[in-house]
């Protein structure tokens, strides 16, 4: 069922080429070294980038690393299970939305399910064919890429025109903060989802600020006060306890 790999040459890739800086990035967390060759032979062979880690842990450490586009997760891996991998994926702002395909073996088909549950995308059973995995693969980036993170974004009535370094609502100029625009950008990129404040924190202050949880509410007061005109509806949701949300619902 899979295409033969031939052995891996070492030093043969082209990592940083402009080309292959447009090419999609996918992290293999798979600890059968001949089945994570197979992979990284195939993927390249398709055009994608590929990166590879051997457990669970190495697995988080090269997803912070080099913020790959999608992820495809063995199930079954030492040191971390792939489900506690997805789960720590899930939990952090930064790689909330990434997207992971989870690879089980057959008699763990039940379990996949529960994988489901925990947060992966997608799964596929071994031995699986590698069309049907690249379909899915593609399937899950295009639906990832919708929501674009270059150029222009827009929620409701606000519009952010990245590159300008410009946000209007309806129509108006907004001018907002430094930090408010950050803010803003990253409630844009993710709209509807509530973050709590270390978790805003982390993605838009960045993990190695420390600053106090209320700071946050500092900016977002400011946020509201500039992106918020007379009449209009308030798109800052605060929800008790666990944070806030760029929403047009209200709570
Ligand atoms: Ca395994």
Redesign the pocket.
Known sequence: MFPMAPTPREGTRVQDSASSLAKPLVLVV???AALATMLRYNLEKQGFRVEEAGDGQEALTRIAETQPDLVLL????PVMSGIEVCRQIRRRAQTRDLPVIMVTARTEDQDAVRGLNTGADDYITKPFNMDALLARMRALLRRSNAVPVKGQLVFHDIAMDLAAHRVTRNGRRVHLGPTEFRLLEFFMQHPRRVFSREELLDAVWGPDIHVEPRTVDVHIRRLRKSINGEGELDVVRTVRTAGYALDTEPV
Not at 74 to 77: E, K, V
Request: avoid cysteine; aromatic fraction near 14%; proline fraction near 0%.
């Open positions: 798979e600890d059968e063995d199930w079954m891996l």
